[in-house]
């Protein structure tokens, strides 16, 4: 479904994602992690064009997306979820679901009710006024609304109580478990490859480890740069 070789990314003269290749199957829960700083987001952000980029090939079902727009992405199914959720605060959490399915036109917001029963209970409340669990909920909703083929997560977990990482990742299980395909960036390395299928391992813009996901669990070098394990 997504095929990315050769991405780069800088920043000036500072090369943040340097010649990263990697796959996402149809159906697959695939995760990307690392370190603070490592890369992670960038390469999300470039391969939904929302910055510059170079690539030997950047394909998504079949199609070069090298040259396409950002607005053009949804309409064809590839959504992300960025890093601090970026909802519309002034907005109802009505109207931020509202404002997902209007690149598509499509989606039901009953459906998500159904699926976050607490955005249901605040659907009339001004979305900046929700917990940051709240607010993830409606992001990963909202992004819900346009119907996606290939869902793109950036650190859902970031700034939430271990209760409320857990109900998200629950979730996120849930969807992939009804056919939608996920890139997950995660900064929880634990919780990540436990959810995902394979997993790529990013550092100082590199991919230096990638596999199955119970493999990379077991990998030595992983558990203790990541999952806070000794040497021994």
């Known amino acids: 479904m997504l095929e990315v070789r050769q991405l780069q990314v800088r920043y000036g003269g500072i090369r943040a994602v340097k010649g990263v290749d990697l796959d996402v199957g149809e159906g697959e829960l695939v995760c990307l992690i690392g370190a603070n700083g490592a890369g992670k987001s960038s390469t999300l952000k470039a391969i939904c064009r929302l910055i510059a980029s170079d690539s030997s090939r950047l394909s998504y079902l079949g199609s070069d997306i090298r040259k396409s727009l950002v607005h053009e992405l949804p309409r064809r199914g590839l959504v992300m979820v960025p890093e601090g959720r970026g909802i519309f605060p002034q907005l109802t959490v009505h109207e931020n679901l509202a404002m997902g ?110 596999g199955e996901a119970k493999r990379l669990l077991e990998n030595p070098r992983v558990r203790e740069a990541y999952l806070g394990e000794g040497a021994g």
């Open 101 to 210: 399915a209007y690149a598509r036109g499509g989606g039901d917001p009953a459906a998500q009710y159904e699926r976050f029963p607490r955005l249901k209970e605040r659907r009339h409340q001004v979305a900046g006024t929700l917990s940051g669990g709240e607010q993830q909920m409606l992001a990963i909703a909202r992004a819900l609304m346009s119907e996606p083929k290939l869902l793109l997560l950036d650190e859902p977990s970031m700034g939430l109580a271990p209760q409320m990482v857990a109900k998200i990742f629950e979730i996120v299980r849930e969807i992939a478990a009804q056919g939608v395909t996920i890139l997950l960036v995660e900064q929880n390395a634990l919780l990540a490859l436990e959810l995902a299928h394979r997993g790529y391992v990013m550092e100082s813009g590199e991919i230096s480890l990638a």
